[in-house]
């Protein structure tokens, strides 16, 4: 069953810095995985979306890279804004038709 | 534009009153799907639908119903519910684009069941 995890649970950055979001996977077997942002109590918003045959995806200050092999992707957003802070959900899917498997997602906040 | 509506947005009910969230999608998407989102559990799909008048249990249908009549519809259907539903439930939909399988939000439903 494929497991989804992503660390760290929160983050606290200030304005500025670089951020840089882990998301792992167990079985590597995946069609696709997607990044998403969620502020809290709305719903979720795609960020970016990288095909199992990609090795990156780049739009604007987020880039997100994908290592399948190693069941591992990052999404880093280049010098981070106050309006950056949300919750950022990394899925994946198994097929093109399956479902999402979600992690838990990482909790940002960036301070003035 | 391009966007998944869900109606109510916010529900409060009494435990075994039946109720319905409808969800639209607007892009002629063929795949739709119900999620719900919880504190420490993250989000588990109930139901899905490849298209018209096919659908399948997700990870958590019980005591949940769908129906596919229209592609653009994809109702969720709490027959009886139970303070156990109390959660935020998201409708979604997909399509394939240049990127492959994509898939977009609704704005999500609160519910809360006392």
């Known amino acids: 069953k494929q497991e989804v995890t992503q660390i760290p649970a929160a983050l606290s950055v200030p304005e500025g810095e670089n951020l840089v979001l882990n998301c792992s996977f167990t079985?590597?077997?995946?069609?696709?995985l997607q990044w998403f942002r969620q502020d809290p109590g709305k719903g979720l918003t795609s960020l970016l979306l990288?095909?199992?045959?990609?090795r990156e995806q780049t739009s604007g200050r987020l880039n997100a890279s994908l290592d399948k092999s190693s069941g591992r992707s990052t999404l880093y957003i280049a010098a981070s804004q106050p309006g950056d802070s949300a919750t950022y959900l990394c899925a994946v899917r198994p097929n093109s038709w399956g479902k999402l498997q979600f992690g838990a997602g990482t909790q940002v906040v960036v301070t003035p | 534009e391009a966007q998944v509506t869900q109606n109510p947005r916010y529900l409060i009910t009494v435990t075994g009153k039946k109720l319905t969230v409808t969800c639209s999608q607007n892009?002629?998407?063929?795949?739709m799907s119900w999620y719900r989102q919880d504190p420490g559990l993250g989000l588990r799909q109930i139901y899905y639908s490849m298209n018209v008048e096919v659908t399948d249990k997700g990870d958590v249908p019980e005591g949940y119903k769908v129906s596919r009549k229209e592609k653009r519809n994809f109702p969720l259907i709490l027959e009886s519910p139970s303070p156990n539903q109390t959660s935020l439930y998201f409708c979604?939909?997909?399509?394939?684009?240049?990127?492959?399988?994509?898939?977009?939000f609704g704005p999500g439903t609160r519910l809360t069941v006392t």
């Open positions: 990288i095909q199992s045959s990609q």
């Open positions: 979604a939909s997909s399509f394939k684009g240049q990127g492959g399988y994509e898939q977009y």
């Open positions: 079985d590597s077997a995946i069609y696709n």
């Open positions: 892009m002629n998407h063929e795949y």
